[in-house]
């Protein structure tokens, strides 16, 4: 049984960078307008603590605060995309950080799952887990986006 979940150093910065929003928000707009930030905040505070995926038994199950959201076994998954987003002009430094932006899950029955690379247990992403463990087929795709619209 392994659990891929955001790290706490994501969860502790956000929460830091969310608390001063909101502290901001209330010096400058007064507490009328509070209730307008705080609870989108906290809102999106939750799901981002909450959220996490838990491989075990040959599934691949989504929680939130562990209420099962989906699951799916891995013999169904045909295999798994790996795609990374690259933006024209920019230059990308990435540290400790996975290469792909997300995975998406190809299944047997022709759905697709999207699942972030973000999601990590001591520094192994769940797509590489699910392909080194379970021999399920990978495919790398490398997209450009040359306009921030499309």
């Known amino acids: 049984m392994v659990k891929f979940q955001r790290s706490l150093l994501v969860k502790a910065f956000l929460g830091v960078v969310l608390s001063i929003f ?27 603590i909450g959220n996490h995926y838990l491989v075990s038994h040959d599934t691949v ?7 099962r959201l989906f699951e799916i076994a891995i013999h169904e998954i045909d295999f798994i995309e790996f ?33 972030h690379s973000y999601y990590t247990n ?17 495919k790398e795709t490398k997209k450009t986006k040359y306009f921030y619209g499309s």
């Open 22 to 48: 909101n502290i901001i928000w209330i010096y400058f707009n007064g507490t009328a307008l509070a209730i307008f930030v705080s609870i989108p905040s906290a809102a999106v505070l939750l799901v981002i």
């Open 122 to 138: 001591e520094r192994i992403t769940i797509g590489d887990y699910i392909c080194k463990n379970y021999k399920v087929k990978k």
């Open 83 to 115: 795609c990374s987003v690259k933006k024209f002009g920019q230059i990308e430094i990435k540290v400790a950080s996975p290469e792909e932006d997300y995975y998406r899950l190809h299944l047997k029955n022709g759905k697709i799952i999207k699942i």
């Open 61 to 67: 199950t989504k929680y939130f605060f562990g209420y």
